[in-house]
Structure formats: structure tokens, C-alpha cells
């Protein structure tokens, strides 16, 4: 089987989690588009691993991680990571194996990004400043570099060396520090030679798996409500974060894809600017915040948080095709006196559709809500949804109806097995 797993909202819905416990079965699992912005996080025990690029899925014995030719990597963070695993005593030979296509975060796209940042003041997007739209910005404007190119060093010298030289003349005239070229390229050439043995053709290597009827796991980053094309852009990541970028970041058709899991937050995060419909501010977004960590793995940062957001759900259940849901972090809200669901969206005192919404739009409608009596009970104990309290069961029947989807797993803690079948 080929399965897909996408998060529909703003990112941070769990995934990491989901890949760990669907992976077990997987003989591939597959990072195909983002970079090092999104972040994963598997916890086992009492250990938590942090995770950008390797697919999360390489914590199973048998499933073998591939970074496919959508991703764009920073070498620095992939090594770091391959260290990491190395130091748990996993070992990544023929274990790991990386596209030459991936094109390179660099680092003069992180000094630029961080550099726009600064230069839009209170207009300023929330990014990362991990050099990611610059790194997406030179491989749209042919002046990316990719493994390919470090592979072949000559080429990477002649490439790298231009395009300093280039961005050092805009680092300059913002009075910033510029890129010492010699010593780049003393260091990449360092780096080269601990990743080249993990460089394959990997389009090749995912063709012959699905041929053979391999199990084939591929990891989504970030959120459907980031995507570069249907987010409200220019509040989006650098990428296509659908269905469709699996073709796209890996070459394998979209109709080899058997089941498409989309992974949703039982209530509303995202970190950065934009617009949040369902925002909850004050001590309640304090307390479900410091409830569900909701701080970025790649940043730190607190992240907003909100009600549930229909709206926006069926979207993304529609545009991705989903064929089902895990429904992560529902104990975060035990406690919680009264919680809503936003079901629509009035603007003008008129029904709108999430598709037909801008940013601006967005930022000024009026959600419209259903409210459900909460529950005060500890559930992150429970494995059977019989069990669960019933206003509980009510609200998970509810978004089920309504996104007319099946909701087939429900996480009720970080740790591994704590999931409910349905």
C-alpha cells in the first residue's frame, strides 16, 4: 500500500506522530517538498527526537527514509540529524538515500531572508529565517544549486562563487555581513563527501518499490493552510503542500496512491503572522498553549492557537482527496468549561466559502460557531472511544459528520501507543 500523510490545517498537527505509528509497517518512507521549517517530533518513552529532514519514519527497523528531489536541504541540519541517529545507534547505510535534485538552502538565502524580514518592520511574514523562500526564490529563477551540483564540486564551486558574489553586492548595500566565499567552500567541501554516500536516484528507487507492491509511507510537512498556492498567500511556506506535490517531490504518480491520512488538531495553531479566523487570545489560549507545548519545533516560538475551524477543514479535505482522519491532541482540551467548532464563515452578513477568501477577507470576517459542553476527565489513558467521556464522543462524531470523512485514529497523548482505533 502507498499512503499519504498531509497535515489540513496551519502545520503542527501531529504528523510526526502519525508517520512513527503508520511507518511500522513501511518499507519507504518519503519526505517529497519543504525543508528544514518544519519540524517532526517522535517521542518514545521517555525521549523526544526532534526532526526536519530525515523522515521520521527511519525509527522503524525495517522502513528505509528517502528525501525526495521536492525537499530543500540544509546540509548542516542533515548532517546534525544523521548524527543524532548515529548517537541512538541507528545506522543510516542503506538506510538514508537523498535525490541529487534536492536544491540547497545556502547561506546567504538565510542572511537575505532574515534581511527582508527586517526590511518589512510591522509588515513582516513570521517566517522561520531558515533561507527558505530565498533558497525556492533561486530555484524558480535558475539560479539554484543542487546535490547534484556539490556532488560534481567543480560545478558547485563555479555556482556557489557566482552567486556570493551576487548576493554579497545586496548584503552590502543593506550594510550586512557578506559571505566569505574561500571559507564556504572549504567547509561544503567537507560536507560533500559525508553525504554523497547517501545520494541515489531515488525517482528510480520509489518506481521499483511501487512496482514491487512495497509499502510506501510519504511524510506531508507543514499544513494545507500554508500551501504556496491555497494558503492566504503571502501568509504560506515556500512549497505545495497537497496531494499533489507528492508527483511533483517524487516523482510517483498520484494515482498510486492508495490511502491519503489527513491529520487533524482537535482545535486551531499556527505560528507567524496572517490570519487566524478562530483565534483565541487571553488566559484560555494561555492555558490550552501551555497544555499542548505549542511552541515551533523548528523556532521556539509560541504558537496562536483556536477553536476547531470547519471551514477551512473541508477545504482540505476536499482539495487533498483525504480517504480519512487521525484526530491528534484531544486531551489537550479536557478541562476546558465550553468549546466551540467553528462550522461557516459570515462576511458582510453573507455565507462565504474558505476557497473564495484572501487574506483579507480572512482576517475580517465572523466564524460562526457551535458550542459543546466540555469535559473535565483525564483521557490520555483511554484506548477504547467507548470509554471516553460522552460529550467527548460527541464532539468527535460531530467534525466526523460534518467533514463527511471517517475519523479512523484518535491520539490522546504525545506517547506512541496512546491511540484509539475507531
Known amino acids: 500500500m502507498t499512503t499519504a500523510v498531509l497535515g489540513l490545517q496551519w502545520g503542527d498537527e501531529g504528523?510526526?506522530?502519525?508517520?512513527d505509528l503508520l511507518g511500522k509497517d513501511a518499507d519507504f518512507a518519503v519526505r517529497f517538498h519543504g525543508g528544514n521549517n518544519a519540524g517532526h517530533t517522535v517521542v518514545?518513552?521517555?525521549k523526544k527526537f526532534f526532526f526536519h529532514l530525515i523522515p521520521s519514519g527511519v525509527f522503524n527497523k525495517k522502513t528505509i527514509g528517502v528525501i525526495g528531489n521536492g525537499v530543500i536541504i540544509d546540509l548542516e541540519v542533515l548532517l546534525d540529524e544523521i548524527n543524532t541517529l548515529k548517537s541512538e545507534e541507528i545506522s543510516l547505510k542503506n538506510k538514508l538515500f537523498i535525490s541529487p535534485r534536492c536544491h540547497l538552502i545556502l547561506p546567504y538565502h538565510k542572511a537575505l531572508d532574515e534581511?527582508?524580514?527586517k526590511m518589512r518592520g510591522k509588515e513582516a511574514l513570521g517566517t522561520t529565517g531558515r533561507g527558505i523562500g530565498p533558497c525556492f526564490a533561486d530555484k524558480v529563477s535558475y539560479n539554484g544549486i543542487r546535490i547534484y551540483e556539490l556532488i560534481h564540486f567543480d560545478l558547485f564551486e563555479e555556482k556557489f562563487g557566482f552567486q556570493a558574489e551576487i548576493k554579497n553586492k545586496i548584503l552590502k548595500s543593506l550594510d550586512l555581513k557578506l559571505i566569505n566565499i574561500k571559507q564556504e567552500l572549504t567547509k561544503y567541501k567537507k560536507i560533500k563527501d559525508k553525504i554523497e554516500p547517501y545520494v541515489v536516484d531515488t525517482y528510480a528507487l520509489l518506481y521499483d518499490a511501487h512496482r514491487q507492491n512495497k509499502n510506501i509511507l510519504f511524510e506531508g510537512a507543514h499544513g494545507t493552510m500554508l500551501d504556496?498556492?491555497?494558503?492566504?498567500?503571502?501568509y504560506s511556506t515556500g512549497s505545495n503542500t497537497v496531494t499533489g506535490a507528492i508527483n511533483t517531490g517524487s516523482g510517483l504518480p498520484i494515482k498510486s496512491i492508495d490511502r491519503i491520512v489527513g491529520i487533524v488538531k482537535a482545535y486551531?495553531?499556527?505560528?507567524?503572522?496572517?490570519?487566524?479566523?478562530?483565534e483565541i487570545e487571553g488566559g484560555l489560549a494561555k492555558k490550552i498553549r501551555e497544555k499542548g507545548h505549542e511552541y515551533g519545533t523548528t523556532t521556539g516560538r509560541p504558537r496562536r492557537v483556536g477553536w476547531l475551524d470547519l471551514a477551512a477543514l473541508k477545504f482540505s479535505c476536499q482539495i487533498n482527496n483525504v480517504t480519512d482522519i487521525v484526530l491528534t491532541k484531544l486531551d489537550v482540551l479536557s478541562g476546558v468549561p465550553s468549546v466551540k467548532i467553528c462550522v461557516g464563515y459570515k462576511l458582510g452578513g453573507k455565507k462565504i466559502d474558505y476557497s473564495a477568501c484572501g487574506y483579507r477577507e480572512l482576517a475580517i470576517l465572523t466564524p460562526i460557531y457551535k458550542t459543546f459542553?466540555?469535559?473535565s476527565e483525564d483521557i490520555t489513558n483511554i484506548r477504547n472511544v467507548n470509554n471516553l467521556?460522552?460529550?467527548c464522543q460527541k464532539y468527535i462524531?460531530?467534525?466526523e459528520s460534518q467533514l463527511q470523512v471517517p475519523i479512523s485514529i484518535v491520539s490522546v497523548s504525545p506517547e506512541r501507543s496512546a491511540n484509539i482505533f475507531l
Do not use: C, H, M
Request: aromatic share 14%; proline share 13%.
Open 44 to 46: 518514545i518513552k521517555d
Open 268 to 278: 486551531t495553531s499556527r505560528v507567524g503572522g496572517g490570519p487566524l479566523p478562530t
Open 115 to 117: 534581511a527582508y524580514e
Open 389 to 391: 467521556p460522552k460529550n
Open 373 to 375: 459542553d466540555g469535559w
Open 397 to 399: 462524531k460531530f467534525i
Open 15 to 19: 504528523k510526526g506522530k502519525v508517520v
Open 228 to 234: 504556496i498556492d491555497w494558503s492566504p498567500y503571502p
